[in-house]
């Protein structure tokens, strides 16, 4: 089993940034791809970004030019750089990670970190 733990949500102004972090213990070689996802309320969960093991990265659009995923595998964790917030960024923050052991996609989940952005 692999846990992941998020870090750094919390309150901001529009146009400011926050580092959110999320660290992986556990079974952590099996862990292959990570991404976050974030979910508002009333809305579905849906893509941020994704970065691969090898550090190949994708982002959804509407964070293009302001986000940043990177990871850190000597410290088995990824983060996600958030500037130029919006209002509409607010939302629940999840970190997933692959297992390629099994294959399987955002196998493990953190329980997430909230970010809400004042306007």
């Known amino acids: 089993q692999v846990q992941l733990v998020e870090s750094g949500g919390g309150l901001v102004q529009a146009g400011g940034s926050l580092r959110l972090s999320c660290a992986a213990s556990?079974?952590?070689?099996?862990?292959?791809?990570m991404g976050w996802y974030r979910q508002a309320p009333g809305k579905q969960r849906e893509l941020v970004a994704a970065?691969?093991?090898?550090?190949?990265?994708n982002y959804a659009d509407f964070v293009k030019g302001r986000f940043t995923i990177s990871r850190d595998n000597a410290k088995n964790t990824v983060y996600l750089h958030m500037n130029s917030l919006k209002s509409e960024d607010t939302a629940v923050y999840y970190c997933?990670?692959?297992?390629?052991?099994?294959?399987?996609?955002?196998?493990?989940w953190g329980q997430g970190t909230q970010v809400t952005v004042s306007s």
């Open positions: 970065i691969t093991s090898g550090g190949t990265t």
């Open positions: 556990g079974r952590v070689f099996s862990i292959n791809g």
């Open positions: 997933a990670a692959d297992d390629k052991d099994t294959a399987k996609v955002y196998a493990y």
